[in-house]
T-cell receptor, first 116, second 117 residues
Framework: DTAVSQTPKYLVTQMGNDKSIKCEQNLGHDTMYWYKQDSKKFLKIMFSYNNKELIINETVPNRFSPKSPDKAHLNLHINSLELGDSAVYFC???????????????FGPGTRLTVL | AQSVAQPEDQVNVAEGNPLTVKCTYSVSGNPYLFWYVQYPNRGLQFLLK??????LVKGSYGFEAEFNKSQTSFHLKKPSALVSDSALYFCAVRDSNYGGSQGNLIFGKGTKLSVKP
């Protein structure tokens, strides 16, 4: 059974479109995350979310928005896609323990987004 | 501010030889340190972490890492490399002093490990 899954695996779309990437975790974790990996493989946090709060990296454009229908899902919505949004997007989850800083994050397989 | 550095873009090792992938960090409080591996076209897989206690941490696939507070390092090691270890390795750090957005997991730029037969 896949612990953290994402759909679709590949997403090719035109500039200006709106798209969503889905993420589900079956680990019973409390916190979920979205990361962006650029063409140089650099990983950067975009959002973290649990039932208490949404934490947004201030560098993320407001065209990006996470939506959590329930504790096991955190979907990523992207409006008005731009060429620079092309990247691999990873979902992750972790179980809150103590302050949360020591939690291990478990990653999904990634979604490769290509904006034409 | 938290930061992590992986000084080598690529490490080349012959199969059977020991390997080391370097990582140094900077935090204001106590560091929580992690190593992840990414195989081509795959997600990141957790290898090991240091939170507290013994400076030598053992993880998956025979990997280990040594926390060195004086050198602010957390190098990844394996006594005998396998061709199948070839992948991209990421070191990551979190500062125990910070929560919220300042407590984010910060990743290094990654080191490509190439193990030749």
């Amino acid at each position: 059974d896949t612990a953290v899954s994402q759909t679709p695996k590949y997403l090719v779309t035109q500039m200006g479109n709106d798209k969503s990437i889905k993420c589900e975790q079956n680990l019973g974790h409390d916190t979920m995350y979205w990361y962006k990996q650029d063409s140089k493989k650099f990983l950067k946090i975009m959002f973290s979310y649990n039932n208490k709060e949404l934490i947004i990296n201030e560098t993320v454009p407001n065209r990006f928005s996470p939506k959590s229908p329930d504790k096991a899902h955190l979907n990523l919505h992207i409006n008005s896609l731009e060429l620079g949004d092309s990247a691999v997007y990873f979902c992750a989850s972790s179980q809150d323990q103590g302050t949360g800083a020591e939690d291990t994050q478990y990653f999904g397989p990634g979604t490769r987004l290509t904006v034409l | 501010a938290q930061s992590v550095a992986q000084p080598e873009d690529q490490v080349n090792v012959a199969e059977g030889n020991p390997l080391t992938v370097k990582c140094t960090y900077s935090v204001s409080g106590n560091p929580y340190l992690f190593w992840y591996v990414q195989y081509p076209n795959r997600g990141l897989q957790f290898l090991l972490k240091y939170i507290t206690g013994d400076n030598l941490v053992k993880g998956s696939y025979g990997f280990e890492a040594e926390f060195n507070k004086s050198q602010t390092s957390f190098h990844l090691k394996k006594p005998s490399a396998l061709v199948s270890d070839s992948a991209l390795y990421f070191c990551a750090v979190r500062d125990s002093n910070y929560g919220g957005s300042q407590g984010n997991l910060i990743f290094g730029k990654g080191t490509k490990l190439s193990v030749k037969p």
